[in-house]
Each structure stands twice: as structure tokens, then as C-alpha cells.
């Protein structure tokens, strides 16, 4: 697929059914965010228990990308995409089918486990199918706009299903597509794997680094309910397993992570910028909904109309981005991308109770949809920029590892302190709807802060970079 005699129309297609398989996994991290309390109202789920709903996805989808990445290498990028392809659509149909709390959590973790083999898979086919330069930051940019615009889409697609038919939707529309990924992936995609010589897997490494970045994810999105004392046990855990799978790959005759693979100084540092980059990314999607919601008083449904203007504007700056890429550097894009999205911050700080969607709103969600655009897919062709070929699976486990992870520590970081900040506004006597804003107004404060330590940290470790 990579020969340049191969028809560009079968290469487009190819191209598209990649960029489907990877919608799926972005838009169900952020489609139940308006759906939460027709949820809880229809299976019960108390106020503790209901944040598990994306809790679990995270958990599995972050612990298990690393693991996903190196069996794509191993076992075949196509056959890896199917596989998790199956794997999430059958458990979309168990979520879309719950009648239990449990049976609900259960299914999203499988969900979660399903999406950590698809990313990496259809990021390491792209690699492996169109060659560095031009052509590669092309399809990576179509990748990078599906991973920004698409967490927005799915706050649009939950608040509609929603309203409109049932919140039980929100995982009933992935059939479809799923079966349309693994149905047309045998015709369309090439199979490609690691030349390797071996196919021989680390199990000690899976297995420690799969712990490590569960229990990580795990200590950050269980902070509300388990306390500090708790949180710092388990951090030290995960640690301790992330020490542990360090050594192991030191030793290994065939590592999962080979610890060379972090000689290339631009990929470490784009994956550095991921993990910071997920975790301004994540208070924002999440906190911005609310504000419309529970602030503004809108439906889930207004609420998600009035997030289309990211999508659709992501989808120029996303394609605009890829050429700037080729023409002036990653560096560059990346760190007026992220600065972007450090002024978004700041203009949302200001969101007052009474706000206005066209005066207030409105610049923040134009700002943000060209600048995610610009930094996600200047991230994107970096990492993947000196990656060898029996490398990009293992490439694209690491970069989508950091942004779930980063995703995560901000999200709970975010929620932590603005839950802390309406309590005390609560406490001091202001009415519901300014305690709630001020909380918002915290958490926009922490992404702005984590949006400047990204710029930095791509600014000084991008320095040398030259695409």
C-alpha cells in the first residue's frame, strides 16, 4: 500500500476506514458525558459509583495501549484493528443492553480494551502504508483532526441521543461502524508487521507496564473517593511497577518498550507534549458542557449544538496544519498550538454566571477547534517522525499511552480542585449556580497552567527538530 503506483482511490478508502476505527475510540471517551444523569436516573447508579462510567474506559483504554501497540507490531496491524474492533462493538452492544450499574462498568472497561488495540493499530498502519514526508503528514493530520474534533463530536452525539431517543443510543450508533471496520478491513487494508526476526512477546513487560498505567490511571480518577493517603499508596504502586518494567526491559532479550526506542529525542518529546497536552484537553471537554449545562441551563441536546463550531473548524486547521508542518517544522506549529490553547484558558477564566454563548463562549470554542488543531497533528508526524518501521505500532502505543494518561492526572487534578473551590463558595454563602462557576473558573485556571508547562517543555526539547 505504501508503493506509489497503488490507486489513490484504494488508498483514500483505506485511509478512511482507518479514520473510522479510530472516531470510534475518541468519540466514546466523551459521548456519555451528557448522558450521565438519564443514567443514573434509569440503572441507579449513586453519585460516587456514576463517574466510573468514564473511569473504566479510561482505566483499560490508558493501562492496555502499550500492550496493544507491541501486539500490532507482533501479530499484524490489521489483524490487531479487527480484533479490537470486534472486541469494542460486542461491547457496545453489552453497555447499550446494561440493566445494572455493574453490568454497565463491566462492559466499558471491555470497551476500553477494545479502543487500546484499535489506536495504536490504525496510527502504526498509517505509519507503515505512506512514507515519511508529505504523504505521512497528510494522513497523520486526517488522524489528528479525528482525535481532536472528534471528543466534541461525541459531546454533540450524547447530548442528541440523548434527548431525542435514549441514552442507550450513545452505544448502539457504534454497531454499525464497527461492523463496517471489520467487514472492509480484509478488501481495504494490507497487512504489515514488525520484521523482527522473532516472535517471541515480554510478558513480564506487559504485564508490569499494563499494572503500572492501570494502577496509575486508577490512583488519579479514584482521588474524590478514596483521599490522598489512599491516592499517594497507589501512585507509590505505580511506581514501583513502572521501576520494575524498566528493569525488565533492560534485561530482555526481546523488550516490549526497547529502552533505545527513547534515544529519539523528537518522539520522547512528543510524547511528553501529549501527556501535558491531554491534561489541558480533558478539563476542558469536560467543564465547558457543564458550564452550558448546569450554569447556562441548557439541554444536553443545546448543549451539544453549541460545541459544533470545534469540529468543523478543526477539520480546516487540522488540514492547514499538516502543510505548515511540512513547510516550517513541528516545533513551531506545536508550540503556537499549545499557546492557543493557554489563551483559550484564560478567556474561559472569565466566563461570568450570566454568561452570553455568542459574547462568551463563542471566541473560546473558535480558538480552541484552530489551535487543537494545529498542536494534535504537529504531535502526531512527530512522534512518528525516525521511528523505524519495526517500531510504529510501539510508536503510536506510546503516544496515545501519554494522552490518555495526561488526560486522566489532568482531569482529576481539574475536578479535585474545582469541587474544592464551589464547596468553599457554597460554604461562604453564594447561591448554587456562582459557587459552581467559580469552580469551573479553578479548573480552567490548572489547564491554563499545564497548557504553558506543554509549550515550554515542546519549545525546549522540539529545539533541534527540523522536519
Known amino acids: 500500500m505504501n508503493d506509489p503506483a497503488a490507486p489513490p482511490r484504494r488508498r483514500g478508502l483505506a485511509l478512511g476506514l482507518i479514520l473510522a476505527g479510530q472516531l470510534l475510540v475518541v468519540i466514546d471517551g466523551s459521548i456519555v458525558t451528557l448522558a450521565l444523569p438519564a443514567i443514573q436516573r434509569q440503572l441507579g447508579f449513586t453519585p460516587a459509583g456514576l463517574q466510573w462510567i468514564m473511569s473504566a474506559y479510561a482505566l483499560t483504554f490508558g493501562g492496555f495501549l502499550l500492550f496493544g501497540g507491541r501486539l500490532a507490531d507482533l501479530l499484524g496491524r490489521r489483524t490487531v484493528l479487527v480484533s479490537g474492533a470486534c472486541v469494542f462493538t460486542a461491547a457496545s452492544l453489552a453497555c447499550g443492553l446494561a440493566s445494572s450499574p455493574g453490568v454497565l462498568i463491566a462492559a466499558r472497561a471491555a470497551e476500553g480494551i477494545g479502543a487500546a488495540m484499535i489506536a495504536p493499530a490504525a496510527m502504526s498502519l498509517i505509519v507503515a502504508m505512506f512514507p515519511e514526508g508529505p504523504e505521512r503528514n497528510k494522513a497523520l493530520g486526517a488522524l489528528g483532526a479525528v482525535g481532536g474534533a472528534g471528543a466534541t463530536v461525541g459531546v454533540l452525539a450524547g447530548g442528541v441521543l440523548t434527548t431525542w431517543l435514549s441514552w442507550r443510543w450513545i452505544f448502539l450508533i457504534n454497531l454499525p461502524v464497527g461492523a463496517l471496520v471489520v467487514a472492509a478491513a480484509g478488501p481495504l487494508l494490507p497487512e504489515s508487521r514488525a520484521g523482527l526476526g522473532h516472535r517471541r512477546f515480554d510478558v513480564a513487560g506487559a504485564v508490569t507496564v499494563t499494572a503500572g498505567l492501570s494502577l496509575l490511571v486508577y490512583a488519579v480518577v479514584s482521588t474524590a473517593s478514596h483521599g490522598w493517603v489512599c491516592t499517594i499508596g497507589l501512585l507509590t504502586g505505580a511506581a514501583a511497577l513502572v521501576a520494575a518494567f524498566i528493569a525488565t526491559e533492560a534485561k530482555s532479550a526481546a523488550p516490549l518498550v526497547p529502552l533505545a526506542f527513547f534515544g529519539n529525542r523528537v518522539a520522547t518529546a512528543a510524547n511528553l507534549a501529549a501527556l501535558l ?43 492547514l496544519a499538516q502543510g505548515l508542518v511540512t513547510r516550517v517544522g513541528a516545533r ?65 502505543g506510546m503516544i496515545n499511552a501519554s494522552q490518555q494518561t495526561g488526560g486522566a492526572i489532568g482531569l482529576a487534578i481539574a475536578a479535585t480542585v474545582a469541587a474544592s473551590r464551589s464547596a468553599a463558595l457554597l460554604h461562604s454563602g453564594r447561591a448554587h449556580r456562582v459557587a459552581l462557576t467559580g469552580g469551573y473558573h479553578a479548573a480552567f485556571a490548572i489547564a491554563c497552567a499545564l497548557a504553558l508547562a506543554a509549550a515550554i517543555a515542546a519549545a525546549t526539547l522540539l529545539r533541534s527538530y527540523d522536519s
Open 332 to 396: 513551531l506549529v506545536l508550540v503556537t498550538g499549545i499557546l492557543g490553547f493557554a489563551a483559550v484558558q484564560v478567556l474561559f477564566i472569565r466566563l461570568p454566571v450570566t454568561g452570553s454563548y455568542t459574547t462568551h463562549l463563542l471566541p473560546g470554542l473558535v480558538l480552541i477547534s484552530a489551535a487543537l488543531g494545529l498542536a494534535l497533528v504537529a504531535d502526531a508526524i512527530a512522534s512518528a517522525t525516525g521511528v523505524k518501521a519495526a517500531e510504529a505500532g510501539l510508536a503510536s
Open 277 to 319: 497536552l491531554g491534561a489541558v484537553m480533558s478539563p476542558t471537554f469536560v467543564f465547558v458542557p457543564l458550564y452550558l449545562q448546569q450554569v447556562l441551563g441548557y439541554s444536553p441536546a443545546r448543549a451539544g449544538l453549541a460545541l459544533l463550531v470545534t469540529p468543523a473548524g478543526m477539520i480546516i486547521s487540522s488540514w
